[in-house]
């Protein structure tokens, strides 16, 4: 069992995303929990408000520290609360360090994980200095908050999450097409719009349509990867 928080000024936008389809089953099945936690519901300012302009001028607005702090410091109260040691904290943003499969199967051996998205023009340094432990971010593009690079961690976090998908086959054939991109597939009919399925995938042999599928895997990285390409190259000297 995973337990995913998420501290956010959106709470429905995340729900939505994460309780459909493979998520919303796995959480009904209890291999994941998903909670969002609105961060203006902690906050002691009267009118409810969350941001201020920065210091020192600039453009926008900042989300400051005491609401943040606090709307962690009771997500962390409750994971003391059951004994369980304190989770990471991924604060999400255009300036942490890229996000990718390796870090996906780290963070998917934590019992929870939190994450702090921003909005605005950020959050106040000081707030991140007390109690982020992680800075992630999902690419070399800018969004409007983190709360989407935040969904798309959690996606890719639940499901190497024991018992999330079906099938561990999925998890095995990835392991063995390690770092290649996948091999196409087909399915009913044979023929569509004059064109034939692969035969090989018909014979019934497996031994050589494994043969075919990874031909083809290797092919495909070369040519839309190379990058990828070279290092399993490399890896298979
Ligand atoms: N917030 C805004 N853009 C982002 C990105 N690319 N990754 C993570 N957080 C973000």
Redesign the pocket.
């Known amino acids: 069992m995973m337990n995913f928080h998420i501290l956010t000024l959106f709470p429905e936008m995340v729900m939505q995303g994460l309780h459909t389809s493979i998520l919303g089953r796995a959480v009904e099945r209890e291999h994941i929990s998903i909670e969002a936690v609105n961060i203006r519901d902690y906050t002691l300012d009267k009118h409810g408000k969350v941001d201020d302009y920065t210091y020192g001028g600039g453009a926008g607005m900042l989300m400051q520290a005491q609401p943040v702090f606090d709307a962690w410091q009771a997500v962390a109260d409750g994971i003391a609360a059951r004994g369980a040691s304190p989770g990471r904290v991924i604060y999400?943003?255009?300036q942490?360090k890229t996000f990718h499969q390796k870090m996906a199967q780290e963070l998917a051996a934590e019992e929870d994980l939190i994450f702090l998205c921003?909005h605005y023009e950020g959050i106040d340094e000081r707030v991140l200095e007390e109690i982020v432990t992680d800075e992630?971010?999902?690419?070399?593009?800018?969004?409007?908050?983190?709360e989407l690079?935040a969904m798309v961690m959690i996606d890719a976090i639940a499901r190497l999450v024991p018992g999330v998908l079906h099938n561990t086959d999925s998890a095995v054939t990835e392991s063995f097409y390690d770092g290649l991109l996948e091999y196409p597939q087909y399915s009913r009919p044979e023929v569509w719009h004059d064109r034939r399925v692969p035969p090989i995938l018909l014979s019934g042999d497996h031994a050589k349509v494994d043969a075919w599928r990874l031909e083809q895997s290797i092919l495909r990285t070369k040519e839309r990867r190379p990058d990828l390409y070279e290092v399993y190259c490399n890896k298979n000297l």
């Open positions: 999400v943003t255009p942490g921003g992630v971010s999902i690419g070399d593009y800018v969004l409007t908050g983190g690079p």
